[in-house]
Nanobody, 122 residues
Framework: QVQLVESGGGLVQAGGSLRLSCAAS????????MAWFRQAPGKEREFVAY????????YYADFVKGRFTISRDNAKNTVYLQMNSLKPEDTAIYYC???????????????WGQGTQVTVSS
């Protein structure tokens, strides 16, 4: 079992930055790849970013490339999402998730956090 708790969301103006954190419980954090998804009101949950167990391989959705960076600190059992140049369309609930392998599909992820709200004002 892995429990995930996100933090770091909030209200920011367009062009600003936020850093999300996702703390994982358990001793098997390095057994899992980690990802961030987001869900805006009335929309499906969508893939944002992925990092493999070591953080050496990362993938991003096209709409965040060059603006968001995923990283992980395995000593702290934590994965991060640094979000720069935020846009109003980035407004959503952001979730971290754990999986045994790479996937952009939310159905492939075994464990989820409760989500953290990110609101970007114009």
């Amino acid at each position: 079992q892995v429990q995930l708790v996100e933090s770091g969301g909030g209200l920011v103006q367009a062009g600003g930055s936020l850093r999300l954190s996702c703390a994982a419980s358990g001793r098997t954090f390095t057994s899992y790849a980690m990802a961030w998804f987001r869900q805006a009101p009335g929309k499906e949950r969508e893939f944002v970013a992925y990092a493999n167990w070591s953080g050496s391989s990362t993938y991003y959705a096209d709409f965040v490339k060059g603006r968001f960076t995923i990283s992980r600190d395995n000593a702290k059992n934590t994965v991060y999402l640094q979000m720069n140049s935020l846009k109003p369309e980035d407004t959503a609930i952001y979730y971290c998730a754990a999986s045994r392998y790479y996937s952009r599909s939310y159905s492939s992820y075994d464990y989820w956090g409760q989500g953290t709200q990110v609101t970007v004002s114009s």
